[in-house]
């Protein structure tokens, strides 16, 4: 109970504190790492969660919050390295996928489409999308590939 309640804490002292600051990049691992957490002791273990960091990108400033709203998943794996020259935040999950116009949809900020039960808005990927396209002022920062299984 007391790690719980230690991570809790961490998380949500984490998401008042940078809610208008950028973070480095350990920071936001270890808020995700505190969401798992506390996520997995809500639905008793049931999620796995994987991660694989370069040990060098850690320092690096981002803006915060980008990470948790994508790993709200099922089975999740992060991975943080370099990739010529830039840095690259790959999350996989094995939930059902999206489709084509699903993608489209959430690319282009037209995420107000019909919901099933269960569905995301899609809210919390346009959010990180926007935040990154004003972070560093570029477009084309955030892509989304699906095989229809996660």
């Known amino acids: 109970t007391a790690v719980f309640v230690a991570k809790m804490a961490d998380f ?4 008042v504190r940078k809610m208008e600051e950028d973070a480095n990049l350990y920071e936001e691992i270890e808020a995700v790492d505190n969401y798992i957490y506390i996520l997995n002791v809500r639905f008793a273990g049931d999620l796995c969660y994987e991660k694989e960091i370069d040990s060098d990108v850690e320092n690096i400033r981002v803006p915060s919050m980008i990470l948790q709203p994508i790993v709200e998943n099922a089975r999740i794996w992060l991975r943080v390295a370099r990739e010529e020259g830039q840095l690259c935040v790959t999350v996989r999950d094995n939930g059902v996928g999206m489709t084509e116009a699903q993608i489209q949809a959430v690319l282009s900020g037209n995420i107000r489409q019909e919901r099933r039960e269960g569905d995301s808005t899609g809210i919390g990927l346009d959010n990180v999308i926007n935040r990154l396209k004003l972070y ?7 892509d989304i590939y699906s095989d229809g299984g996660g």
């Open 12 to 15: 949500f002292r984490y998401n």
């Open 136 to 142: 560093y002022n570029r477009e084309g920062l955030f």
